[in-house]
């Protein structure tokens, strides 16, 4: 996981959040309301709707990593190496690209399958929505990821990731479950009930976010697996939250005025269409 000064890695995240008085935006008449303001507890990274408490316990719920010599562990370097051969391509860009979970960057990853925009300008709910559940969802991977300390597969194969400059901190932080995974899967089961009408898309960008990590030799499969596993319980967790609910209703509503004016994606969907269309080549 990322935040805006450091784009790999949740470890450095403090085991405490910042409380302090939520202050109300203004809004003007051509424009949505505001939602209000949530402090940081690292820089780029808001806090979440949920007490670290209540998050998922990924280290109760997850069985440990594959053995070495079993079927699971030989799914996962077969994998790994088919997903090699798809560096230096369009899908590698993307994959590098999804990487990147700052915001505002991070916010258009679903623009396509929405078929609209997601900004702070335009949805502000939903952009918020976003920020935040990026936390609980994020978050709720490290107990799991701190107990196995599980090795990358960059470090098993010695080839290279799609984002170099985080190789030094990938190294320090677990990667069983995938953070960047449930980051995405998460996202992707919040905003296909936010627009049912596009569930399939919405659903399909989220598989492939978590497949971008494969890409990157940055995750092994069954870490993105069970990183899917761990979002859909604290998506699940987030519904008994007033607040969660609360901003799931106003980022609807700004998703329809944002169609009905007729906005569009800030992604450009053909060359991610034609990137998410490249396969892995067989392995030899």
């Not at 085991?15 to 935006?25: C, D, N, R, S």
């Not at 408490?53 to 997850?62: F, I, T």
């Not at 170099?164 to 995405?184: C, F, I, M, V």
Request: glycine content about 6%; overall charge neutral.
């Amino acid at each position: 996981m990322v935040n805006a000064t450091n784009r790999s890695s949740w470890g450095r995240i403090l085991p405490a959040l910042v409380i302090i008085a939520m202050i109300t935006g203004c809004a003007g008449p051509d424009r949505p309301n505001k939602p209000a303001l949530v402090p940081e507890f690292m820089p780029g990274l808001l806090q979440g709707y949920l007490p670290l408490e209540s998050h998922p316990n990924s280290l109760a719920l997850l069985p440990p990593p594959p053995a070495m010599g079993s079927t699971a562990r030989d799914q996962d370097e077969d994998i790994s190496k088919r997903s090699l051969t798809l560096r230096d391509t369009q899908r590698w860009l993307l994959a590098t690209s999804d990487a990147d979970l700052s915001f505002p960057h991070a916010a258009g990853t679903f623009s396509c399958a929405l078929n609209a925009p997601i900004t702070e300008a335009d949805t502000p709910h939903l952009y918020m929505l976003l920020r935040r559940t990026l936390t609980d969802v994020g978050h709720s991977t490290y107990a799991a990821k701190t107990h196995y300390q599980r090795t990358r597969p960059f470090l098993w194969n010695n080839e290279p990731i799609c984002t170099p400059n985080d190789r030094a901190s990938l190294e320090k932080d677990g990667s069983y479950p995938s953070g960047h995974t449930a980051a995405g899967w998460g996202w992707a089961l919040i905003l296909s009930e936010i627009s049912p009408g596009q569930t399939n898309a919405i659903l399909a960008r989220g598989l492939a976010f978590g497949e971008s990590r494969n890409v990157c030799n940055a995750h092994w499969h069954s870490d993105v697996v069970q990183g899917r596993v761990i979002a859909a319980g604290a998506v699940a967790r987030l519904h008994a939250d007033p607040a969660f609910l609360a901003d799931l209703e106003s980022a609807r509503a700004e998703l329809a005025a944002a169609r009905k004016k007729g906005l569009k994606p800030t992604r450009d969907c053909n060359a991610e269409a034609a990137a998410l269309a490249i396969k892995p080549s067989l392995a030899q």
